[in-house]
């Protein structure tokens, strides 16, 4: 039996002629592919500027940056994320501390957010950031974190690294963040090999990016301080990076956005079909919500408990058995060693806890044929009997 892993891309021969005709141009990095790709991805999302990196950990830490992350200022994400939605707070000196998940969604709670807030108020230590994290493509309740951070004052900015096409109320997921960030990796829903990008629509948060994406140099000359020695003339006015992607990433990234329709459509398709297959066995599936559309990163079932303990386990390693590649997502963060070090502990945030010990994410993506996907539901429904 062929493996079939639990997520992975989906290159057409358009997007390897979009790669080949770059390399056979003038301009591998800082060409106009790179500007093509910003325009499409941040129109397809309705947001101002796009500000395309190396990856999403380079995204989110240019966007911690350009909203002030520093010392002094704690940052607040779900433990339920990868760690890159937490170590981009560290990176810029910031303390970082967790806003426990709701069960339901597995997204950032909205009543444990307004809790915290009411007593960081009380205690002088409000977040000046708060990133929330859509979850396996599934939106956040961005309307109301929206209404907490225009009460209490601190920037939004949403890791969207799983929810690229997804939709909010009737529009774009990120819409209501001050900046969103998305991943490009492999295993998300385009890819450009590596890659992230920043979605704002504010012009002085979208300059700042692109100056710390290249390493804080500008060769505008009103935006320098000095005499110009001459036409030749660039200035470092802050300390940036080289974030750069690539021409090469930029134009597969172009090439998948034009076959974003199609792919969407698909794992759509499968997400439906996981749902009504897998309604009759003892599980919990993903949310569904009527006002918005998840992007279907990852389908991720809860294992029901037996006597007080989840067959999580032994449902992983049966599937991996069979050749399914079954995954979990995620090791609550504050668990990592790295974190406790820093005084997390177990028993933080329950929910997520609580969630980690029964997840499991079965295969769902683009090219999955319904084959494959009839052999993980009968695997599946073994495992659980
Ligand atoms: C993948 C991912 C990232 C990091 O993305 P890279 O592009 O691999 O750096 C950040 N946050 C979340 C939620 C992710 O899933």
Redesign the pocket.
């Known amino acids: 039996m062929t493996f079939i892993p639990y997520s992975c891309q989906d290159i057409s021969e358009e997007d390897i002629d979009a790669v080949v005709a770059v390399l056979r141009s003038p301009f591998l990095t800082q060409g106009p592919m790179v500007p093509e790709f910003e325009e499409r991805f941040s129109s397809m999302h309705r947001a101002r500027h796009g500000i395309a990196v190396t990856?999403?950990?380079?995204a989110?830490h240019v966007a911690c940056l350009a909203l002030g992350a520093g010392p002094g200022m704690t940052v607040w994400t779900s433990p339920n994320?990868?760690v890159?939605?937490a170590n981009c707070a560290r990176y810029c000196g910031a303390k970082i501390d967790f806003v426990d998940i709701d069960p339901v969604t597995r997204n950032m709670s909205v009543s444990h957010l307004t809790e915290k807030l009411e007593k960081a108020e009380k205690n002088g230590n409000l977040p000046g950031i708060v990133i929330p994290?859509d979850f396996s493509g599934f939106p956040c309740d961005m309307q109301e974190i929206r209404a907490l951070a225009d009460q209490y004052g601190f920037k939004i900015l949403s890791?969207s690294?799983?929810a690229v096409g997804a939709s909010y109320l009737g529009e774009p997921v990120g819409r209501m963040a001050d900046i969103s960030v998305f991943?490009?990796?492999p295993v998300?829903i385009i890819t450009t090999g590596?890659?992230?990008i920043c979605l704002t629509d504010n012009e002085m948060l979208a300059e700042k990016m692109r100056l710390i994406r290249s390493h804080g140099i500008t060769r505008d000359p009103s935006a320098m301080s000095g005499e110009l020695d001459g036409p030749w003339c660039y200035e470092q006015v802050t300390l940036g990076f080289n974030y750069r992607l690539t021409d090469i990433q930029a134009a597969l990234g172009t090439s998948q956005i034009a076959g974003h329709d199609r792919r969407a459509a698909t794992r759509s398709a499968l997400a439906t079909r996981y749902d009504r297959r897998l309604a009759g066995l003892p599980l919990k599936l993903p949310a569904r919500s009527g006002d918005r559309a998840s992007a279907h990163h990852l389908y991720v079932i809860e294992v029901d408990t037996v006597r007080g303990e989840s067959k999580r386990l032994e449902v992983f390693e049966s599937l991996r058995s069979e050749n399914i590649g079954v995954n979990v997502h995620y090791i609550p963060i504050h668990l990592q060693p790295d974190y406790r070090r820093l005084g997390f502990a177990a028993g933080d945030f329950p929910a997520s806890e609580r969630y980690y010990k029964r997840a499991l994410s079965i295969p769902l993506f683009a090219t999955m044929s319904e084959d494959q996907q009839d052999r993980v539901i009968e695997a599946l429904t073994r495992a659980l009997n």
Not at 55 to 58: C, G, M, P, S, V
Request: glycine share 10%.
């Open positions: 990856n999403a950990t380079a989110l994320s990868f890159a939605s994290v890791d690294s799983h991943s490009f990796h998300k590596e890659g992230g």
